[in-house]
């Protein structure tokens, strides 16, 4: 193609030329359609030549190719493209042309390995390990967040444990002023705040971070709670319980009742993060499990489910 199309483009250019110049002698118009015949059939042959060229171009590196690949089953994009001149992009570009074109029977090109790869059996090989490598690495990753997921166990400032020690000093007026409370109400009320308060503050000491969130509760609301116990147990002391101290004291009681809902709402929020870093590490040991084969796939056995 190169050669004929490079002979005929010349050929028929010449003559298009001896036609032109006929034509503008003034020979006729016979001479001015050969000559737009002869240029279109010399176009024609040039762009026959332009693609053998560049066919034959392909076949030189194809051959510059093998030559530098020798008998290896993989080699690298990078250094074949050093070794020809050209960059790994031309290259790989070039490579996957060959392929598309049967010049490479097995090959496969990988971009993201820089890898021409010369047999079925060396890629496959390769790709199986990559997934191995894949399994493991999500396999890994599973394990850092089932790691990382929970809050990581630290030693308690001075600071915290001061705090800690000054609410469990409130928590320990409270209780000594549950007996003189005298009403069995006001008293399930002081001892169900003694109770969920502990809680928190042994939560705390698990998880130092949530102290940070108890300066409301140790600054404020449990000096207030030891202020209506004092008052409550000063209205009960009273010889005459009339009409105004009943009053007073009912409206103490409600108070204690919003402090346990408060108190209780606290407890939660702390206990929340908990039951999801439960959730995470039960999520990524069925992933785990599913992943080694050991279990179904939660994703599978859903749409098992959908499909019924």
């Given at each position: 193609?190169?050669?004929?199309?490079g002979?005929f483009s010349?050929?028929?250019?010449?003559?298009a030329?001896?036609a032109s110049?006929?034509?503008?002698a003034?020979a006729g118009?016979?001479f001015?359609?050969?000559?737009?015949v002869?240029?279109?059939l010399?176009g024609?042959?040039?762009?026959?030549?332009i693609?053998?060229?560049?066919?034959?171009?392909?076949i030189?590196?194809?051959?510059r190719y093998r030559r530098t690949?020798g008998a290896s089953?993989?080699?690298?994009?990078?250094?074949?493209?050093g070794?020809?001149?050209?960059?790994a992009a031309?290259?790989s570009k070039?490579?996957?042309k060959m392929i598309e074109?049967g010049?490479?029977?097995?090959?496969?090109?990988?971009?993201s390995?820089?890898?021409?790869f010369?047999?079925?059996?060396?890629?496959n090989?390769f790709?199986n390990d990559r997934e191995?490598?894949a399994?493991e690495?999500?396999?890994?990753?599973l394990?850092?967040?089932?790691s990382?997921?929970?809050?990581?166990e630290?030693?308690l400032?001075?600071?915290?444990?001061e705090?800690l020690?000054?609410?469990?000093?409130?928590?320990e007026q409270?209780?000594a002023?549950?007996?003189?409370?005298g009403?069995e109400e006001a008293k399930?009320k002081?001892?169900?705040i003694?109770?969920?308060a502990?809680?928190?503050?042994?939560?705390?000491?698990?998880?130092p971070d949530v102290?940070e969130?108890?300066?409301q509760?140790v600054?404020?609301?449990?000096?207030?709670t030891?202020?209506?116990?004092?008052a409550?147990?000063?209205l009960v002391?009273?010889?005459?319980q009339s009409?105004?101290i009943?009053v007073?004291r009912?409206?103490?009681?409600?108070?204690l009742?919003?402090?346990?809902g408060a108190?209780?709402k606290l407890?939660?929020?702390?206990f929340?993060?908990?039951t999801w870093?439960v959730?995470t590490?039960i999520?990524v040991?069925?992933?785990?499990?599913?992943?080694?084969?050991?279990?179904?796939?939660?994703?599978e056995r859903?749409?098992?489910?959908?499909?019924e």
């Open positions: 193609m190169a050669l004929l199309g002979i010349g050929l028929f250019g010449t003559v030329l001896v110049v006929g034509a503008l003034g118009d016979l001015a359609s050969s000559a737009a002869l240029l279109a010399a024609a042959s040039l762009g026959v030549a693609v053998g060229g560049k066919r034959l171009g392909m030189s590196r194809f051959s690949i089953e993989a080699f690298s994009l990078t250094e074949l493209a070794s020809t001149g050209r960059t031309a290259v070039d490579l996957s074109r010049l490479f029977l097995q090959a496969h090109v990988d971009q390995a820089d890898t021409l010369l047999t079925d059996a060396a890629y090989t790709r191995e490598q399994k690495e999500y396999r890994e990753r394990r850092q967040q089932a990382n997921g929970r809050s990581q630290r030693p400032t001075d600071a915290e444990r705090k020690r000054e609410g469990r000093e409130f928590l409270i209780r002023r549950i007996p003189d409370l009403s399930k002081a001892e169900a003694s109770l969920v502990d809680n928190i503050f042994n939560r705390a000491e698990q998880d102290i969130g108890l300066d509760m600054g404020y609301y449990l000096p207030l030891i202020k209506l116990l004092d409550y147990a000063d002391s009273q010889p005459i009409e105004s009943g007073s009912h409206e103490i009681e409600g108070t009742e919003t402090l346990v108190f209780a407890h939660d929020s702390l929340r993060d908990m870093d959730s590490d999520s040991l069925n992933a785990m499990l599913a992943q080694d084969g050991l279990a179904e796939d939660p994703f859903k749409a098992g489910r959908n499909h």
